[in-house]
C-alpha cells in the first residue's frame, strides 16, 4: 500500500458542509487523460457523448454514450480518450459519509455501514436501459440541473 500513497487524490471535493463535487467535462478532439490515482470519495460517472477507456483496479472496459458507472472509495482508476472523438461526461464525487445520519436504524445497519467500511460495494456499472438504471439516471440528471442553476446565481 505503500506505494500506492503515491497515487491518491488528495484533492477537496466540495466543502466540509457539502462534501461533493459535479465536474462536467468537454473534449472536443478526445485527449481526456485522468492517470490512475484513488481517493477516499465515491465518484458516479455519466458518458452523455462519445466514449472513453476506464480502468478501475485492473479490469479495462470501453465505456460509451448513454452509460454510467461507478468507482467505488479507495479504488484505484483511470480514464482515457478513446481515439481522437469528441466526448461529454459528468462525473459526480463525494464523501460517502454524507449518506451517514445519527440514527442507526436498518439501512444504516445493512447498507450505509457496510459501503463507509467498504465490505460493500456499489455495482461499476449501471445499465440505463434497465428500469432501475433509468431511474438513477433521472434522479442524476436532476443533480446535474440544480448544480448548474446553483452555479448561475439560483438557489
Known amino acids: 500500500m505503500k506505494n500506492l500513497n503515491k497515487l491518491k487524490d488528495f484533492t477537496t471535493h466540495g466543502t466540509p458542509q457539502l462534501p461533493l463535487h459535479i465536474y462536467n467535462q468537454y473534449y472536443e478532439h478526445g485527449g481526456l487523460t485522468v492517470p490512475y490515482h484513488w481517493h477516499e ?6 458518458v452523455e457523448e462519445g466514449s472513453m477507456e ?17 468507482i467505488n472509495s479507495q479504488e ?15 462525473a459526480l464525487v463525494f464523501s460517502p459519509d454524507i449518506l451517514s445520519f445519527e440514527y442507526f436504524d436498518d439501512s444504516q445497519s445493512r447498507f450505509i455501514h457496510p459501503l463507509l467500511n467498504h465490505t460493500l460495494l456499489l455495482p461499476q456499472t449501471i445499465c440505463t436501459d434497465k428500469p432501475y ?4 439516471l433521472k434522479l ?16
Do not use: A, P, W
Not at 54 to 70: G, L, P, R, S, W
Not at 140 to 155: A, D, Q, W
Open 76 to 90: 484505484l482508476h483511470q480514464i482515457y480518450s478513446i481515439g481522437r472523438t469528441s466526448s461529454i461526461h459528468h
Open 140 to 155: 442524476f440528471l436532476e443533480i446535474l440541473e440544480v448544480n448548474k442553476v446553483k452555479k448561475l446565481g439560483g438557489i
Open 41 to 46: 470519495e465515491i465518484e458516479l460517472i455519466y
Open 54 to 70: 476506464m480502468t478501475i483496479n485492473t479490469t479495462t472496459k470501453h465505456v460509451y454514450k448513454n452509460e454510467f458507472f461507478c
Open 133 to 136: 438504471g433509468q431511474e438513477i
